[in-house]
């Protein structure tokens, strides 16, 4: 069975452009969630979608920061513009259920701002 | 307000001896303690799991202990092989939502 596949694996931008990231879940899970894990940090909760509705994104900066998950299976996560301090490694994890003990997390897109 | 705590960057033990990772919280809300292991370039990969309402969970080579007083948690890993080398985060749930909060991260060297 395919793990979760985020694309690309590397991006390197420089301030003010946009960017996307785009996020294939496990086949057949329902939730899926977008972290951001700055360097020497643990992952930190962007958004989480039940199906395609958005049901915790209270630390996604909405001023930049958009993110869609169309027809319920894959995710899109976009900046726009850029920023340095956006630099980090984002990462686009899926389970089966909301309260599921185990997120199911892909490789991640590092995000270099210059 | 940092939830959860991995106060030490780094841990290095020798193959064969047992690795002891730690974990502190602050929040009594929280349901279920994870421990995930990361390779460089990967994602993290979920390796074990605790109740609030247990105080301890064995899988193989892989302990948690949990001290709901204290709110502590570790991880027991016996025997340590050079495999086990990689990023450790403790994670903390909140059981009405499923969100994760994840520690710094303890990055464990097993020396053959």
């Known amino acids: 069975e395919a793990g979760v596949v985020q694309s690309p694996r590397y991006k390197i931008i420089e301030k003010k452009q946009p960017v996307a990231f785009w996020c294939n879940p496990i086949s057949g899970h329902n939730t899926l969630y977008w972290y951001r894990q700055n360097l020497g940090q643990g992952p930190e909760l962007l958004i989480r979608?039940?199906?395609?509705?958005?049901?915790?994104d209270s630390q996604l900066p909405k001023d930049r920061f958009s993110a869609e998950r169309l027809k319920g299976v894959d995710s899109t996560l976009k900046i726009q513009p850029a920023e340095l301090g956006d630099s980090a490694v984002y990462l686009c994890a899926s389970s089966l259920a909301p309260i599921s003990n185990e997120q199911f997390f892909g490789p991640g897109t590092r995000l270099t701002v210059l | 307000d940092q939830q959860v705590k991995q106060n030490s960057p780094s841990l290095s033990v020798q193959e064969g001896r047992i690795s002891i990772l730690n974990c502190d919280y602050t929040n009594s809300m929280f349901d279920y303690f994870l421990w995930y292991k990361k390779y460089p370039a990967e994602g993290p990969t979920f390796l074990i799991s605790?109740?609030?309402?247990?105080d301890k969970n064995e899988d193989g080579r892989f302990t948690v202990f949990l001290n709901k007083s204290a709110k502590h948690l570790s991880l027991h890993i016996v025997p340590s092989q050079p495999g086990d080398s990689a990023v450790y985060f403790c994670a903390a749930r909140f059981g009405n939502t499923g969100k994760l909060i994840f520690g710094q991260g303890t990055t464990l060297q097993v020396k053959p």
């Open positions: 605790i109740s609030s309402i247990k």
């Open positions: 979608y039940e199906n395609e509705e958005a049901v915790d």
